[in-house]
């Protein structure tokens, strides 16, 4: 059955009403627009959203974990939707169970205040977590972190797309850590992360051999990071363990340092792509490649601009001025170097959208960076547009005439 917050006993309180609704698969709408300090906590599937019409706010932590005992179920289910988390309101997710469990967040606003804070971390062992935290709105205060999926166990996947994360200084943006040894998959897809004075914008972290993350970057817009701190930059790969990295169509700009791929150690392992994104106007390094990595990390069709660079670029590699709208916009211009400047074969076959949502290919060939520009009409094809508009009238007064001449 699904329960109503606020209604009568138990539904008096939230947790109350969390705590009556039966296990793996209920509902508790929240219909209330008044502050709710409760610290939440539940031990089950359950998904918890707001009523129709309502814009509920938590200003204490929520904590969502599966049970210890999977009580002969095949998964658990956890979805909070259209929530507000403000003051020390936080969001973790803890798998307990070794049943699968799946987790959306989905179209939620925080604005914690508390230094340091967390606004939402997935963790745990046991089964594998399928995870989508998308649409959601995330201020991140100084020393703080939008979205973080740490140690995650092995078979995990899911998604961190379309979200809005404002960033204060030395906060994190989008962290991706496994330290426990398990291997698991992200994708990281058309998000927004801005600020100032910030540490790191989107960090990948594997630490061991026994660990491995498969992480694809594509789409983002990164603006802002300027920390300094050691570790610092717009994309950071740090790879004590085994990384995959596709990164693909992201436009990482007014950074201090654009992209960073760190190797600590000889037997450091960091594999995959940097294709199609524009980095430019890096205040320190635009682009940091360690030579451990440079016949694995390949790269090309890339656009720097600005800063120093510390890699061999690969082929299709631009030196130029990207020539973005301005004044905050970095939308290409039509006369762009990076219009139809990347290379068709390093988009995913299932990235079909830019940060837009447009068409991913919209010209001869894609763009470098998370926008795709609209192909400028072709001067034959206006030609034989303006010639069929003008048949068109000569034929309507043609017709015209005629009507006349018989009445």
Not at 194 to 204: D, E, H, K, P, R
Not at 225 to 240: C, D, K, M, T
């Amino acid at each position: 059955m699904d329960l109503t917050y606020p209604g009568p006993s138990p539904c008096d309180t939230l947790q109350g009403c969390i705590d009556a609704e039966p296990c793996n698969g209920g509902v508790v709408e929240i219909a209330s627009d008044e502050p709710i300090s409760e610290a939440i906590s539940f031990e089950k599937g359950l998904t918890l959203r707001a009523a129709p019409g309502f814009h509920p706010v938590l200003t204490a932590a929520l904590t969502a974990a599966t049970p210890t005992d999977p009580n002969g179920k095949a998964g658990y289910q956890t979805d909070l939707e259209g929530l507000t988390f403000e003051g020390d309101g936080v969001v973790l997710v803890v798998q307990q169970s070794p049943s699968a469990l799946s987790v959306e967040l989905a179209n939620d606003v925080f604005t914690s205040g508390s230094t340091g804070i967390v606004a939402v971390r997935l963790t745990g062992s046991g089964g594998p977590i399928a995870f989508d935290v998308s649409g959601n709105s995330v201020g991140v205060p100084d020393s703080g972190t939008g979205i973080e999926a740490s140690d995650l166990p092995s078979g995990s996947s899911g998604r961190i797309a379309d979200n809005t994360l404002m960033v204060a200084g030395l906060g994190h943006g989008i962290l991706l850590e496994e330290a426990m040894g398990s291997s698991w998959s992200a994708d990281v897809v058309a998000n927004r992360v801005t600020g100032s004075q910030y540490t790191l914008g989107i960090y990948v972290l594997s630490t061991s051999s026994q660990s491995s993350v498969t992480a694809r970057l594509l789409d983002n817009l990164v603006v802002g990071e300027a920390s300094a701190e050691s570790l610092s930059g717009a994309i950071v790969f740090q790879a004590l363990g085994p990384i995959d990295a596709t990164v693909v169509n992201n436009t990482i700009t007014a950074n201090q340092v654009g992209v960073r791929a760190q190797a600590f150690f000889s037997a450091d392992t960091l594999s995959g792509t940097l294709a199609n994104n524009i980095v430019s106007g890096s205040s320190d390094v635009g682009i940091s490649i360690d030579a451990a990595f440079a016949s694995t990390f390949a790269n090309r069709n890339n656009l720097v601009f600005g800063g120093q660079q510390s890699f061999t670029p690969g082929p299709g590699t631009l030196i130029a001025d990207p020539l973005f709208v301005g004044n905050g916009d970095y939308h290409l211009q039509a006369g762009s170097p990076a219009v139809d400047a990347g290379d068709d074969s390093a988009v995913p076959g299932d990235l079909l959208t830019d940060l837009d949502g447009s068409p991913r290919v919209r010209g001869k060939h894609v763009d470098m960076g998370a926008y795709e520009t609209a192909p400028e009409p072709d001067a034959r094809m206006l030609a034989v547009t303006a010639i069929a508009a003008l048949y068109g009238v000569v034929a309507r007064e043609a017709a015209r005439s005629r009507a006349l001449r018989a009445a």
